[in-house]
Antibody
Framework: EVQLVESGGDLVQPGGSLRLSCAAS????????MHWVRQAPGKGLVWVAR????????SYADSVKGRFTISRDNAKNTLYLQMNSLRAEDTAVYYC??????????WGQGTLVTVSS | DIQMTQSPSSLSASVGDRVTISCRAS??????LNWYQQKPGKAPKLLIY???SLQRGVPSRFSGSGSGTDFTLTISSLQPEDSATYYC?????????FGGGTKAEIK
């Protein structure tokens, strides 16, 4: 069974940093591109970032470019999102998701990031 | 960036009704259009990919159509468990973008 389990969400002050992790199991992690997608409370889905199998091709939404870094450790079957210079508008549930081109076919349960003083 | 516009933003229909949700892209995306269902407090679930291909395990009452800029998700006979928010998403180019969502309620 495919599992994506996010962790690391927390309450953080504006300007602070946080690292999210996503532990993958039940599939060959190295065969898949991966995404982070977020959802602010009561709002819609917003794509954040994508990384290819070996971490050499990365794309970001303009809203997080220069502040967030997506990475992966294929030896640990883990996806990461390093978030710096956090803003109130980054408050959201962050989902780790598996790319199954042309769609996203597996999603984690999400981890809540709250940016507030 | 490609903008995705869904309509309606909400709908209310009876069990057994045929329901259609529209999604329009700001430029042609060929058939790189996917549909997701999300229930409150849960992660999204893939329903339709490539505009019209039904994801494994999804009931056949769900179907998708369209290409280019105009797409439709149809539920042929609405069931109580279909109460959810539905999102379209384009995978033609990054940044990937989602529609604003359609909240479907059962009367």
């Amino acid at each position: 069974e495919v599992q994506l389990v996010e962790s690391g969400g927390d309450l953080v002050q504006p300007g602070g940093s946080l690292r999210l992790s996503c532990a993958a199991s039940g599939f060959t992690f190295t065969s898949y591109w991966m995404h982070w997608v977020r959802q602010a409370p009561g709002k819609g889905l917003v794509w954040v970032a994508r990384i290819n199998n070996d971490g050499t091709r990365i794309s970001y939404a303009d809203s997080v470019k220069g502040r967030f870094t997506i990475s992966r450790d294929n030896a640990k079957n883990t996806l990461y999102l390093q978030m710096n210079s956090l803003r109130a508008e980054d408050t959201a549930v962050y989902y780790c998701a598996r790319d199954w081109s042309p769609a996203i076919d597996q999603w984690g349960q999400g981890t809540l990031v709250t940016v507030s003083s | 960036d490609i903008q995705m516009t869904q309509s309606p933003s909400s709908l209310s229909a009876s069990v057994g009704d045929r329901v259609t949700i529209s999604c329009r892209a700001s430029q042609s995306i060929n058939n790189y259009l996917n549909w997701y269902q999300q229930k409150p407090g849960k992660a999204p679930k893939l329903l339709i990919y490539g505009a019209s291909s039904l994801q494994r395990g999804v009931p056949s009452r769900f179907s998708g159509s369209g290409s280019g800029t105009d797409f439709t998700l149809t539920i042929s006979s609405l069931q109580p468990e279909d109460s959810a928010t539905y999102y379209c998403q384009q995978s033609y180019s990054v940044p990937l973008t989602f529609g604003g969502g359609t909240k479907a309620e059962i009367k």
